[in-house]
């Protein structure tokens, strides 16, 4: 689980770069869960092509979202991303002859690498490492390509950036568009994983919405290695805190885990990953004994940079 968080914080994050925050991610989650079910129960569609179709129909879920949404700015988008949840979970639940409402769908339990079902969790594992890598690799290319350096200044001031001639608007459908169908692919892997796919799990906001987007503002939200962080970080806890205190107190994990990031946002509030830089930062110049100008010039850029950063996510958040 620890991965699936990773690869669709990963995801999310993608339309971070924009200083967009998402909480409609549960939506291209679950789109990408039904359709590999459906395709596979109904259809008897390998569940390999039915990842691809899952990516498809996410990005097709998001143009959807995008057309009438995007031009939205700030907390507007984002309510309407969790009103976008919420309709399709609605759908889901009440479109019985083809989702089986509330009851779900249960995928065969036959087994084979072909049909994505083993008996033993090794294998998933491996898959979704292999999964969560090539999310990582794709947040990287798109991060120093000519489009996250583009997001980027979006995230600072749109209005100059399209003064400068960039189509902003089609900027950000193409970022929501990679982001939801890496996120759908995640949402393919986890209904083959856990057999059952039903709305209120698979279209759950807490779980897909809102939880790749703690993680990632409390790691760094619009970052390389925030989301990584924040998800390895944030997941664990959150599953220790359920395991640990959740039987003594009924919601006292939830008491402890919002007091925590409490204080992660008030000490780091651009994130664990821009407060760390900044730390290194401020003591870096001291280690060094020569070329101390460019040194210190270097560790002002940064520092300034980082306070964009921090800031930047700050207003987001």
Request: aromatic share 10%; with cysteine; proline share 4%.
């Amino acid at each position: 689980m620890i991965l699936i968080y990773v690869g669709i914080t990963v995801a999310w994050n993608i339309l971070a770069f924009g200083g967009i925050l998402s909480l409609g991610h549960a939506a291209f989650f679950g789109i990408g869960s039904y359709t590999v079910a459906l395709l596979y129960v109904n259809l008897n569609i390998n569940p390999w092509l039915g990842i691809l179709a899952a990516m498809v129909t996410a990005g097709i879920g998001a143009l959807c979202l995008a057309i009438p949404l995007l031009r939205l700015r700030g907390p507007f988008f984002t309510l309407s991303t969790l009103a976008f949840v919420e309709v399709l979970r609605l759908i889901a639940i009440y479109w019985v002859g083809l989702t089986n409402g509330s009851v779900g769908i249960t995928t065969p339990p036959a087994e084979g690498f072909a049909l994505l079902s083993f008996q033993d969790r090794q294998p998933y594992y491996y898959i979704v490492l292999v999964m969560t890598l090539i999310a990582i690799c794709i947040s990287v290319w798109i991060y120093h390509s000519k489009m996250g350096y583009h997001l980027r200044a979006v995230a600072s001031d749109e209005d100059a950036v399209r003064a400068l001639g960039v189509r902003t608007p089609r900027l950000k459908l193409t970022a929501l568009v990679i982001s939801a169908a890496l996120t759908g692919a995640f949402g393919a892997f986890t209904a083959m994983y856990f057999f059952v796919i039903e709305p209120e799990t698979n279209f759950s906001a807490t779980l897909y919405s809102i939880q790749p987007a703690l993680n990632g503002i409390i790691g760094g939200m619009g970052t390389l290695l925030g989301p990584v962080v924040g998800a390895l970080i944030m997941t664990p806890l959150g599953e220790w805190l359920r395991t640990t205190f959740s039987g003594a107190t009924q919601g006292l994990n939830f008491v402890i885990y919002g007091i925590v990031l409490i204080v992660i946002v008030r000490v780091m509030p651009g994130g664990i990953v821009t407060g760390a830089n900044k730390l290194y930062s401020r003591f870096r110049p001291a280690e060094g004994t020569s070329g101390g100008g460019d040194s210190q010039k270097r560790s002002a850029e940064e520092t300034v940079d980082d306070d964009h950063t921090a800031n930047t996510a700050g207003r987001r958040s």
